[in-house]
């Protein structure tokens, strides 16, 4: 979406929105920068992830949209590029990309928006930019561009009204000699003439000055939003660097003399900084200019950010965090997408890879059976997000079964953060069954994916809600799970005794059974909100299942592989992987949230008739080979 139609939608419903800046790590400024390549520096690699790491934590934030910058003279403009692309495609969130035209012919800017648009970015901020690196005065390159507004017009001649564009406005020149701050303005309003959006303004301290700017803004006739940009405070030397060195604004007295006093102490200044800062953004939403949104240049840092909106009391909306109950790639052939199968839950980029070049998306979804065979498991095959040395930290070294259960008991109490089958914590929604989910691992049954039953809650409520607000969201209890043939076959009596679940097991070799009568999907995430039709995000379905089963399989060999040849924890993993099948199951009576867990906890009360001192799983008799110690 453009920018600007987030801002009229804000407006419309009266809410304060804000977004983010971020630049490229310096630590990848390299000019073979490639990125999913095999062979790329771990410096470079670090810098990257770090980045795109906080941009995902700083998601949960509340932006409505990112901004990555594209520094002077090119010098990481393919890494900008790659960030607007991940930003748009696997972290799921609108981006602004900058252009400069700095040491950029138009061939260049031509490559640039073209990679733009087929990433899904809809915003460019047009800019002239600094003089490279190096040099004192600013010089077009031959074939380029020399003024900001010469790249309005061009982007504007080529792309139609494809792209919102924005431009930079200055309150600072508001302080200028009138004859001079006529002709700033004068400038200001070409640009927006020749086909600006919108204006995104330098950082500032002044509130009173960025108000007097923007009235005159509109005494001129400029009507398009102006957002202000706003610099957290985190430390005394970083606020004068950025605040004289960098952006040449200028610092109130009041500000001095309520921080100077406090230089040598990180932690007041920045308690300090943040309500100043905060006071003067009151002021500028408070006053009669029609701002109601905040652009935060975060520095890449984010507990200034974090504090700025506490002290604001700005809390992010379900809607803007959570449209759908899945991170949304906003790429242009996957933007009407509304469909996944539940089993990537956990492993989206994984899933995007395998789709990626799909050409049917019937109703708006992926993975129907009229469309082409999954792709392979990824670019690269299947692999952990962990290294090695990170994996061993988390996973150490199991030796028997009952140590592997131990670990996945630990990641449904959220003692663990991740598993090979989940990059990510344990939601907070799972939460609600985590004491459950426990005792059925410590019986043997090893989760990988889970959702406990909803019945009607609030769209926005803070645990389960997602989508559009004043809605109402809807789940069955689903639980994933690997389990040897001999536990299973305990446990389907119980199972097929309710006949409110639905199941599908299959085994290495992909051979699959069921009880279920039905070929299609079975919707196991719903809702419905205002004017529109009910929507199914979710889905259980054959197809997707027996795709998903490879690369389930294949990350539990990969775990193995961390693990020496001929060690006893490579050992007990690869016997579980070889012995194990893969179990999905669906209680379809969303009103009863426990049901789903009765089959478990019946099989456990029959085994402990048969073995009532001690554990009810023997060592190594739940998938290793299926006999008593």
């Not at 389960?464 to 689903?478: E, I, L, T």
Request: aromatic fraction near 10%; glycine fraction near 6%.
């Amino acid at each position: 979406m453009k920018i600007s139609q987030k801002i009229q939608q804000s407006t419309k419903e009266g809410k304060v929105w804000w977004s983010f800046e971020y630049f490229p790590p310096r630590t990848a400024q390299v000019s073979f920068w490639v990125i999913n390549v095999r062979f790329v520096p771990n410096f470079v690699f670090k810098g990257l992830q770090n980045l795109l790491d906080r941009i995902e934590r700083m998601r949960a934030l509340g932006p409505e949209f990112v901004d990555i910058t594209w520094n002077a003279g090119g010098r990481t403009s393919d890494l900008s590029a790659e960030l607007v692309k991940t930003c748009q495609s696997t972290i799921g969130i609108e981006t602004c990309m900058h252009l400069t035209c700095t040491n950029m012919p138009s061939e260049k800017v031509d490559i640039a928006l073209r990679e733009a648009k087929l990433s899904g970015c809809r915003n460019i901020l047009a800019l002239r930019g600094d003089p490279p690196a190096g040099k004192d005065d600013w010089e077009a390159v031959e074939g380029g561009f020399e003024h900001g507004i010469d790249l309005v017009r061009y982007i504007r001649k080529e792309y139609g009204d494809y792209f919102d564009i924005a431009i930079a406005g200055y309150p600072q020149t508001h302080t200028l000699p009138p004859e001079e701050r006529a002709q700033e303005m004068t400038y200001l309003k070409e640009k927006v003439d020749a086909g600006a959006n919108f204006i995104f303004t330098q950082m500032f301290y002044d509130g009173d000055m960025f108000i007097d700017w923007a009235l005159a803004v509109r005494a001129a006739g400029i009507t398009v939003p102006i957002v202000p940009g706003i610099m957290p405070i985190q430390t005394w030397n970083g606020f004068l660097r950025a605040a004289t060195a960098v952006a040449k604004t200028i610092i109130p007295q009041s500000y001095l003399d309520a921080l100077e006093p406090y230089k040598n102490n990180d932690e007041k200044v920045r308690e300090i900084g943040t309500k100043l800062v905060a006071d003067m953004c009151r002021k500028i939403l408070a006053a009669p200019l029609g701002v109601k949104g905040l652009h935060f240049y975060t520095m890449n840092l984010e507990r200034g950010t974090r504090l700025l909106l506490e002290e604001l009391n700005l809390v992010p909306r379900v809607e803007t965090i959570k449209p759908l109950p899945w991170r949304q790639s906003l790429t242009p052939a996957r933007r009407s997408e509304t469909i996944r199968p539940i089993f990537w839950a956990n492993r989206t980029k994984s899933y995007l890879s395998r789709t990626e070049n799909w050409d049917e998306y019937p109703n708006g979804r992926f993975g129907d059976a009229r469309s082409p065979a999954y792709g392979e498991l990824d670019g690269y095959g299947v692999s952990l997000k962990q290294t090695k040395e990170d994996a061993i930290k988390l996973w150490d070294h199991p030796t028997s079964f009952e140590e592997i259960s131990s670990l996945f008991v630990k990641f449904c109490l959220n003692q663990l953060t991740a598993l090979p089958w989940s990059d990510q914590p344990v939601l907070s929604e799972t939460t609600v069954i985590a004491k459950p989910l426990a005792r059925i691992n410590r019986l043997g049954f090893l989760t990988i994916n889970s959702q406990p039953a909803v019945n009607g809650v609030r769209s926005d409520d803070k645990t389960f809600g997602w989508g559009p607000s004043n809605g109402y969201v809807y789940q069955k209890a689903y639980l994933e799970f690997f389990a040897s043939p001999k536990l299973l076959d305990a446990l389907i009596p119980h199972i097929e005794r309710d006949p409110g679940i639905t199941y599908y097991v299959i085994n290495k070799r992909g051979d699959l059974r069921t009880n279920t009568t039905s070929d299609g999907p079975n919707a196991v995430t719903w809702g419905v909100f205002p004017g529109k039709e009910v929507v199914q995000p979710t889905i259980v379905e054959a197809i997707s299942f027996m795709a998903w089963k490879d690369e389930a399989y294949e990350l539990g060999y990969q775990w193995a592989k961390i693990y020496e040849p001929g060690s006893q924890s490579r050992k007990v993993v690869t016997d579980v992987m070889d012995n194990a099948l893969l179990v999905n199951i669906v209680h379809n009576d969303f009103h009863q949230a426990e049901k789903i867990f009765e089959p478990f906890f019946k099989l456990e009360e029959e085994l402990r008739t048969v073995i009532p001192n001690g554990h009810p799983i023997p060592n190594g008799h739940p998938v290793t080979n299926g006999h008593s110690n």
